[in-house]
């Protein structure tokens, strides 16, 4: 079993609408969690670090549901620039400043 | 503030040939990382190194040996290619504060091992 898991995906969104999808970790030390988005063939960027009370930028929601072991992330008024494939990164417990990636979920934005 | 930077961007190599990865970062980081990026396997840390003359293995670090001699540079060597070393690198760095604890990476070296 893979200590980070996300559905690959391709989350078909018509332009507008919103998505959600998880990211499960299997770590309960873990204690930093971030969602990346990277474009085709680039590198992976940072979008949002995800915090215990949950945080809002924009459009983009992320949660952290430590209880299970997952944190989330919630697109609103989907762009069609929106499309990507988002990685969500979970810190290794025991060794600060190393983290594990998910494989990341597609999302495709559609007009 | 160029940030995190890689040469080469593109490389063919034989079997057996042998190649260095540089990666360079001008955002006074003490955390370099080297990872590899293969279709539905997601990012994969190879090695990683958290201060000038340190480094340490990652998940995969076989086939694979880094350099720290400055701060700033981060090298990843492949000694001996292989095939099963065809893959998209990339180089990230991230400072140490626990509020900042990200990663920013390099646009990534993309190798094809004959």
């Known amino acids: 079993r893979k200590e980070v898991e996300q559905d690959p995906g391709p989350f078909n969104v018509p332009e507008g609408a919103t998505v959600a999808f998880n990211c499960t970790y299997s770590?309960?030390?873990?204690?930093?969690f971030f969602w990346y988005r990277q474009d085709c063939r680039k590198e992976p960027k940072l979008l949002m670090s995800v915090y215990s009370s949950g945080n809002e930028d924009g459009r983009f929601t992320a949660q952290l549901n430590r209880a299970s072991q997952y944190i989330s992330l919630l697109i609103r008024d989907s762009k069609l620039s929106d499309s990507a494939t988002y990685l969500c990164a979970v810190n290794i417990g025991d060794s600060w400043g190393k983290f594990q990636f998910g494989a990341g979920t597609q999302v495709v934005v559609t007009p | 503030n160029a940030g995190v930077t890689q040469t080469p961007k593109f490389r063919v190599l034989k079997t057996g040939q042998s190649m260095t990865l540089l990666c360079a970062q001008d955002?006074?980081?003490?955390?370099m990382y080297w990872y590899r990026q293969d279709p539905g396997m997601g990012l994969r840390l190879i090695h990683y190194s958290v201060g000038e003359g340190t480094t340490a293995k990652g998940e995969v670090p076989d086939g694979y040996n880094v350099s720290r001699l400055k701060k700033q540079n981060f090298l990843l060597g492949l000694e001996s290619a292989a095939p099963s070393q065809t893959s998209v690198y990339f180089c990230a760095s991230s400072p140490t504060e626990k509020d900042t604890d990200t990663q920013y990476f390099g646009p990534g070296t993309r190798l094809t091992v004959l």
């Open positions: 770590n309960s030390a873990s204690q930093s």
């Open positions: 955002m006074n980081h003490e955390y």
